[in-house]
Nanobody, 125 residues
């Protein structure tokens, strides 16, 4: 099995920045895809960003393009999400997810096999 643990969430004012981290442990895979998702109160979980194990590509939801950056350190088994110019609408619980083999930068949560417990991000106006 795989364990994913997120950290780095918190309360920040609009326009501020946060850096989320996700530590992976347990079973390893030759290729995999990592993603960030978020879920705001009363809303469905939505895709934020994804990248393959090699870090050779990225995919973002339109609303975070130019503000968020996903990065992976395969050697350290760490995934990051740098969030700049935060907006109140970015408030949500952010989840790290892993798809246990790479076949694309999927945005559907059903394509991911393992999930962390989430970290709360709150952006005040």
């Amino acid at each position: 099995q795989v364990q994913l643990v997120e950290s780095g969430g918190g309360l920040v004012q609009a326009g501020g920045s946060l850096r989320l981290s996700c530590a992976a442990s347990g079973r390893t895979f030759r290729t995999y895809t990592m993603g960030w998702f978020r879920q705001a109160p009363g809303k469905e979980r939505e895709f934020v960003a994804s990248t393959p194990w090699s870090g050779s590509g990225t995919r973002y939801i339109d609303s975070v393009k130019g503000r968020f950056t996903i990065a992976i350190d395969n050697a350290k088994k760490m995934l990051y999400l740098q969030m700049n110019s935060l907006k109140p609408e970015d408030t949500a619980v952010y989840y790290c997810a892993m798809r246990s083999y790479y076949s694309g930068l999927y945005a559907a949560s059903s394509e991911y096999d393992y999930w962390g417990q989430g970290t709360q991000v709150t952006v005040s106006s």
